[in-house]
Antibody, heavy 122, light 106 residues
Framework: QITLKESGPTLVKPTQTLTLTCSFS??????????VGWIRQPPGKALEWLAL???????RYSPSLQNRVTITKDTSKNQVVLTMTNMDPVDTATYYC??????????????WGQGTKVTVSS | DIQMTQSPSSLSASVGDRVTITCRAS??????LNWYRQKPGSAPKLLIY???SLQSGVPSRFSGSGSGTDFTLTISSLQPEDFATYYC????????FGGGTKVEIK
């Protein structure tokens, strides 16, 4: 059974850097085709994809956020980390991590974490 | 970026109704289109991937069709748990989601 869980601060101040961790089980991020992505959702708004990392360490970023976002993986800990710099109140959202298999699912996210709410406020 | 436009943005329907939601891409995405259902306070759930492939465990009342720029999600007989918001997502290039379609109880 695949599970993912997000963790990190619930409150950050403007201009600070946000670091979120996705801890997962039930799959290996060394298996061919496997990826983990980050998606966020501001309150009452639509989903927004942020970043995606694959088994071979290839990375993809949203063009609108690529200057602020970095995604990394630690396969020994079964974790994926997202950092976002220069946080602003508009970045207030629920942040999700999710599993994909690019070969089988063409980057559809089949399993999602429960999400973690992040508020940006001074 | 490829823009994804969903219509309608909201609709009202009754249990048992047939519901159709459309998603249009700003350029050709072949069949790289996925559909999700999101209930309030919960994470999205994958329903359909690659335009028409039913995700494992998803009821057969859900179906997807289309290719190129125009896609459709159909719910053949709306159930109480289907009152939710639906999102399309393209994975042809840098991933983008549609704006969502909220299905409400009539």
């Amino acid at each position: 059974q695949i599970t993912l869980k997000e963790s990190g601060p619930t409150l950050v101040k403007p201009t600070q850097t946000l670091t979120l961790t996705c801890s997962f089980s039930g799959f290996s991020l060394t298996a061919s085709g496997v990826g983990v992505g980050w998606i966020r959702q501001p309150p009452g708004k639509a989903l927004e994809w942020l970043a995606l990392i694959y088994w071979d360490d290839a990375k993809r970023y949203s063009p609108s956020l690529q200057n602020r976002v970095t995604i990394t993986k630690d396969t020994s800990k079964n974790q994926v980390v997202l950092t976002m710099t220069n946080m602003d109140p508009v970045d207030t959202a629920t942040y999700y991590c999710a599993h994909t298999v690019v070969t089988a699912m063409l980057d559809a996210f089949d399993i999602w974490g429960q999400g973690t709410k992040v508020t940006v406020s001074s | 970026d490829i823009q994804m436009t969903q219509s309608p943005s909201s609709l009202s329907a009754s249990v048992g109704d047939r519901v159709t939601i459309t998603c249009r891409a700003s350029r050709n995405i072949n069949y790289y289109l996925n559909w999700y259902r999101q209930k309030p306070g919960s994470a999205p759930k994958l329903l359909i991937y690659a335009a028409s492939s039913l995700q494992s465990g998803v009821p057969s009342r859900f179906s997807g069709s289309g290719s190129g720029t125009d896609f459709t999600l159909t719910i053949s007989s709306l159930q109480p748990e289907d009152f939710a918001t639906y999102y399309c997502q393209q994975s042809y290039s840098t991933l983008t989601f549609g704006g969502g379609t909220k299905v409400e109880i009539k």
